[in-house]
């Protein structure tokens, strides 16, 4: 891990990487604080989830590392697809139509000072 940045991340969040994506890129870029009203507003899964990878990695970065909160800015987030699980759907004629619930790993780093 590089000096002066902090990650946290969540593993298997049950939203699918698509409408998560769509999220990080309301707060890519921002400073922590901007960024946590973005979400605060937000009124979608996804949103709730991605707050509390950013609270973690605020709570990270001033617990264990002794940053300053009013310095720290967003620096990389990212989305990867998780696993899929596989479920059932009842369909026509007594038949049996697959359905995949789409996981999502989140991932958040915070950088103290200036972008990266």
């Not at 769509?22 to 979400?39: H, Q, Y």
């Not at 707050?51 to 605020?58: P, Q």
């Not at 617990?63 to 369909?91: A, C, F, H, Y």
Request: glycine share 8%; hydrophobic share 40%; no cysteine.
């Amino acid at each position: 891990m590089t000096e002066g940045k902090v990650t946290a991340k969540h593993m298997g969040a049950p939203v699918s990487p698509k409408k998560a994506a769509t999220v990080l890129d309301l707060i890519r870029g921002k400073s922590l604080e901007n960024a946590k009203v973005i979400l605060a507003f937000d009124r979608s899964k996804a949103a709730k989830m991605i707050l509390k990878v950013v609270k973690s990695a605020e709570a990270n970065a001033v617990n264990n590392n002794k940053m300053d909160k009013s310095k720290l800015q967003l620096g990389e987030i990212w989305v990867s697809g998780g696993q899929m699980r596989k479920t059932i759907q009842p369909g026509a004629k007594g038949q049996a139509d697959p359905r995949l619930r789409r996981t999502s790993h989140i991932y958040v780093s915070l950088v103290e000072g200036g972008k990266k």
